[in-house]
């Protein structure tokens, strides 16, 4: 989802993930400077579950960014591909472990049968 720029003169594509003014862009840019998860939530107001859930993903992005593009689901998979536990596809893409072993108990059904 993109927002245009209402200005007259240009029509500029804004990317929200990249926006410096949106609230997310705000969080993981106070965390690369030091500040606690608590104290974002603080300073901008919000809930500590969505600082904590934005920096986990901007931080799993970070560690892992050839998988930060592709479909939960299709993450999931890749990182099964390559040995992960549950565990660790859980700690990369912080996605609920129910989830997990829903998609990897398909994606295995879907290797045997064909």
Excluded: W
């Excluded at 560690?63 to 939960?72: E, I, R, S, Y």
């Amino acid at each position: 989802m993109e927002k245009k720029n209402s200005s007259a003169s240009t029509s500029t594509t804004i990317n929200p993930r990249n926006d410096p003014n949106s609230k997310s862009q705000q969080m993981r840019d106070l965390h690369e400077q030091g500040m606690s998860i608590a104290d974002i939530a603080r300073e901008l107001q919000t809930y500590y579950s969505f600082v904590h859930r934005v920096i986990k993903r901007h931080e799993a992005e970070k560690a892992n960014p050839k998988t930060k593009k592709l479909p939960v689901a299709q993450q999931i998979r890749q990182l099964c591909d390559e040995g992960k536990t549950v565990d660790q596809i859980h700690e990369i893409l912080n996605v609920d472990k129910a989830r997990i072993y829903s998609t990897m108990k398909k994606h295995k059904a879907s290797k045997k049968g064909g």
